[in-house]
Structure formats: C-alpha cells, structure tokens
C-alpha cells in the first residue's frame, strides 16, 4: 500500500506540474503577473519566493491537483499589495485569445508530455513481440474468422499491424467502434483476406484482456512452467519449474494465453496434462482446479501455475524522429479511444464500471513502478492524456469549462456574467462530484 501511495503521489506530482506548467509558462509570455504556482493544494510543504518576481512556487500537502494563481480583478485576494500600474497585466484585461491560449496551454500541456513519454517507450524498445498467432480456441472469434497456427496477422480492418500491441489495439478499437472484424494474414508465403466476421460476435469486456478472450494468442514454439505456487493444486499434482506443456485433456497446448484460458473456464473436477521433463521424459499429471468466484459473480478455476514461452521476437533500431513520430501517434490514438469511451458512457453504450478513481489509479501505479522504469513511463502517459482529455471537457470548474465561455464571449462580442459562471460553477462541481462518486464506488468494488 505504501509502494502504491508513494507511486502515486510522484505520478501525480509529474503531472500536475507539467499540466500547470502549460498555463504558467504561456500567462508568463502574454504578459499576465503570476502570484504562486502550487502543486497541491492546502498549506505549503515547501515554499520558495523569487526575489526578482516576487512569484511563490509551493509544494502542498493534497497532492490531487495544483494551480497557478495570476493577477485577476475578480480575484480580491490576488489584488493584495498591488500597485494599480500593474492592473494591465492582470489575467482579465488580457485579449479574449490569449485567455484561451492560457487556459489551453494546461491539457496541451499533458498531451505533448504523454507524446514525449511514448516517443521515449518506443525509442527504448528494440524488440518487439511479432504478430505471429497460436492456434486459436474452438469457438473464439479468432477461430471463426478462419485463423490458424502460424498465421503472420498483415492488417486488422484495413489497418497495418506491425507488431502484437497494434494487434491487441485493434482489436480493442474493433470493439469500441463496433465494427465487422476482417483480417489479412500471410500463410506459407501467400497474403490472405480471412472472412469477415460480424460485430455482434464482438460479446466481449472492453479492456487489455479482449485480444485472449477473442482467441488471439502470440505465436510460441513451446510452453513452459516457470513458476508453481506454493500449496497450490499445481504444486500438489507434481508440477516442476522447466515442465514443457504439451496437452490439456488432450488438447495441444500452443501458447500460454492459451493454457491460461483452457484452465480459467474448465468445470472439470479434475484435468490432465501432459509435460515433458528436462531428461526428456513425458508425464500425464492430474490436477484437480480450484474453482472461485469473480466480482460480477463469474466462476473460474485456476492452478497456480507462473508459465512463458518462446516467443516469435522481432528487432528493430528505432531512431529519435521516428520515436517521437511514434509518440505522437500513441496519444492520439488513446487520445481518441478516451474521447469514443465517454461517449459511449453517456450513451449508455459502455459500462459505467469503467470508470476507475484514486485508488485504482494509486494500485496501476504501484503495479506499473514494481515492473520497471517502462511501465511506469507507460502508465504516466496514459494518464497524462486522460488527465489533458478530461481538462479538455466543457464542464465549469475545468479548463474546458473556461474555453466554453471564452468562446461565447468570441461570438457575443461581451463577457459571460458573474451570474451564469457562479450558476455553472455550481452545475460543475455537481457533475464532479457525482462522476468522484462513481469512480470511488467502483474502486471499492474491486477491492472486494
């Protein structure tokens, strides 16, 4: 929990800053005077004053967001010891379009970061999974579609698939957008356009397990056990480290996803599999699952065995431009998966469950930073463009809120009186806090 805690509040910090940052650096070049630039809110941890700008930088103790406060004639606590020569550099005498450009700099801010922390991932991995495909499950969408082992996936729905994570992001996009699935592959030196398969097969979670439920397994030459739980069912059935999988009940096993799945949905009492030992001997072990319960009162049965194959690996030597062009394509992608998920959720079109708060952010940053430097830059980039797409909303007390009335005031020719912005402010905080309490409300029930 503390790993976690920590995780999260560095993750935030990173991007609090770089989000104010934006609005700071852009007020500072149209001339508007700024008083303090806080990451956090509340009293300050540390504060430092400059002695040239008499501008206050402070770290706060909540770390959930942070601010730049400018010179602002509606603002009395700004005005504090201001000489009335310095009112032309207040936020509010400033052009319509440097308040926008002020005001937008802050989600800019967050994107152009999650571009640059893609660009970083993409320049930092020279090997990539190649789009290679086991057997799939009979019955999956990946067996329907007419996929067989070896198949070397060409392109998802007219879209070229270079390596397995643009595999697993189109079919997620497939799902978002619910479209008819065609695929095109190369078997044995020819290029093939599989059958089209309809959306409504598509009966699958939106999420980073969609590609295993719909049969898409990387190819691996063998399976094999690199981890047995302790006092689990596989443990008490014999099973070894370096256990070569072979069969499950008979069945080929070709990928760990694979295996994985077979066990996840056996109602069997009992299964058996056929291992290779290291000496070359092959064993049938009996295993008996324990068969559990999910959330949403799914039941699933598992062994307790850790498992990796050999995987079909490509490498490559990406260079800086191509990285950061990488990069920028990355955001814009999650920027518009984002974008298409809330508004199927105000649709009704996907589950508002979601939607993930505090605490299941604070657990993916945990998670994330036990894994590596890349996960975590991983996972700062996903967030830096919900962050930037959420900001971006036309909700009072978010920036977009703010844009909405600068661009009513582009129209009007006048500014949104004091009226309807403190009636906005109200509506605002209202839709706020109810989508907190949903966020919270599913994140305690993944906890349970």
Same mark, same amino acid.
């Given at each position: 929990?503390?790993?976690?805690?920590?995780?999260?509040?560095?993750?935030?910090?990173?991007?609090?800053?770089?989000?104010?940052?934006?609005?700071?650096?852009?007020?500072?070049?149209?001339?508007?005077?700024?008083?303090?630039?806080?990451?956090?809110?509340?009293?300050?941890?540390?504060?430092?004053?400059?002695?040239?700008?008499?501008?206050?930088?402070?770290?706060?103790?909540?770390?959930?967001?942070?601010? /730049? =406060?400018?010179?602002? %004639?509606?603002?009395?606590?700004? +005005?504090?010891? &201001?000489?009335?020569?310095? @009112? #032309?550099?207040?936020?509010?005498?400033?052009?319509?379009?440097?308040?926008?450009?002020?005001?937008?700099?802050?989600?800019?801010?967050?994107?152009?970061?999650?571009?640059?922390?893609?660009?970083?991932?993409?320049?930092?991995?020279?090997?990539?999974?190649?789009?290679?495909?086991?057997?799939?499950?009979?019955?999956?969408?990946?067996?329907?579609?007419?996929?067989?082992?070896?198949?070397?996936?060409?392109?998802?729905?007219?879209?070229?698939?270079?390596?397995?994570?643009?595999?697993?992001?189109?079919?997620?996009?497939?799902?978002?957008?619910?479209?008819?699935?065609? /695929? =095109?592959?190369?078997? %044995?030196?020819?290029?093939?356009? +599989?059958?089209? &398969?309809?959306?409504?097969? @598509? #009966?699958?979670?939106?999420?980073?397990?969609?590609?295993?439920?719909?049969?898409?397994?990387?190819?691996?030459?063998?399976?094999?056990?690199?981890?047995?739980?302790?006092?689990?069912?596989?443990?008490?059935?014999?099973?070894?480290?370096?256990?070569?999988?072979?069969?499950?009940?008979?069945?080929?096993?070709?990928?760990?996803?694979?295996?994985?799945?077979?066990?996840?949905?056996?109602?069997?009492?009992?299964?058996?599999?056929?291992?290779?030992?290291?000496?070359?001997?092959?064993?049938?072990?009996?295993?008996?699952?324990?068969?559990?319960?999910?959330?949403?009162?799914?039941?699933?049965?598992?062994?307790?065995?850790?498992?990796?194959?050999?995987?079909?690996?490509?490498?490559?030597?990406?260079?800086?431009?191509?990285?950061?062009?990488?990069?920028?394509?990355?955001?814009?992608?999650?920027?518009?998966?984002?974008?298409?998920?809330?508004?199927?959720?105000?649709?009704?079109?996907?589950?508002?469950?979601?939607?993930?708060?505090?605490?299941?952010?604070?657990?993916?940053?945990?998670?994330?930073?036990?894994?590596?430097?890349?996960?975590?830059?991983?996972?700062?980039?996903?967030?830096?463009?919900?962050?930037?797409?959420?900001?971006?909303?036309?909700?009072?007390?978010?920036?977009?809120?703010?844009?909405?009335?600068?661009?009513?005031?582009?129209?009007?020719?006048?500014?949104?009186?004091?009226?309807?912005?403190?009636?906005?402010?109200?509506?605002?905080?209202?839709?706020?806090?109810?989508?907190?309490?949903?966020?919270?409300?599913?994140?305690?029930?993944?906890?349970?």
């Amino acid at each position: 929990m503390l790993h976690s805690l920590t995780s999260f509040i560095v993750a935030l910090g990173i991007l609090v800053f770089f989000h104010e940052l934006g609005h700071y650096s852009i007020a500072k070049l149209c001339g508007v005077r700024v008083i303090r630039f806080s990451v956090g809110f509340g009293k300050p941890i540390f504060k430092w004053v400059s002695k040239k700008s008499g501008e206050e930088w402070t770290v706060s103790w909540i770390p959930l967001g942070g601010y /730049v =406060r400018m010179l602002d %004639e509606r603002d009395p606590d700004s +005005l504090h010891n &201001v000489n009335p020569a310095q @009112l #032309e550099n207040a936020f509010n005498r400033k052009p319509v379009m440097q308040r926008i450009a002020i005001v937008l700099a802050g989600p800019l801010a967050n994107l152009i970061l999650a571009s640059c922390l893609y660009g970083v991932i993409s320049f930092s991995q020279t090997s990539v999974l190649g789009t290679r495909i086991s057997q799939p499950l009979a019955g999956t969408l990946a067996a329907e579609s007419g996929l067989k082992k070896g198949d070397k996936i060409l392109e998802i729905n007219g879209r070229k698939a270079d390596d397995w994570s643009e595999v697993s992001w189109d079919l997620i996009r497939v799902k978002l957008f619910n479209q008819d699935l065609t /695929v =095109r592959v190369q078997r %044995e030196g020819q290029a093939l356009t +599989l059958p089209t &398969v309809s959306s409504n097969r @598509l #009966e699958f979670d939106l999420g980073p397990n969609l590609p295993t439920e719909a049969g898409f397994y990387p190819y691996e030459q063998q399976v094999s056990v690199r981890q047995v739980l302790p006092d689990s069912p596989a443990q008490k059935a014999g099973f070894q480290n370096g256990d070569v999988l072979l069969t499950l009940d008979g069945t080929p096993i070709e990928s760990s996803s694979q295996f994985t799945q077979m066990i996840r949905e056996s109602k069997a009492k009992e299964v058996k599999i056929d291992v290779q030992r290291d000496n070359g001997a092959v064993l049938e072990l009996t295993v008996v699952p324990e068969h559990l319960t999910d959330r949403k009162g799914k039941t699933y049965s598992r062994i307790g065995l850790g498992m990796g194959g050999k995987l079909d690996v490509l490498e490559r030597q990406p260079g800086v431009f191509s990285a950061l062009s990488d990069g920028v394509g990355k955001m814009v992608e999650v920027s518009v998966f984002s974008l298409a998920a809330m508004g199927k959720m105000l649709t009704g079109d996907l589950s508002w469950t979601h939607l993930s708060g505090p605490i299941s952010i604070a657990s993916a940053a945990g998670e994330s930073s036990s894994l590596g430097f890349l996960p975590f830059v991983g996972f700062l980039a996903m967030v830096s463009v919900s962050l930037g797409i959420l900001n971006l909303l036309p909700i009072p007390v978010l920036d977009g809120g703010h844009l909405m009335y600068y661009f009513v005031e582009l129209l009007t020719g006048k500014p949104v009186s004091e009226a309807w912005m403190i009636r906005g402010q109200k509506i605002g905080l209202a839709l706020i806090g109810a989508l907190t309490c949903i966020a919270f409300f599913n994140d305690i029930q993944r906890l349970f």
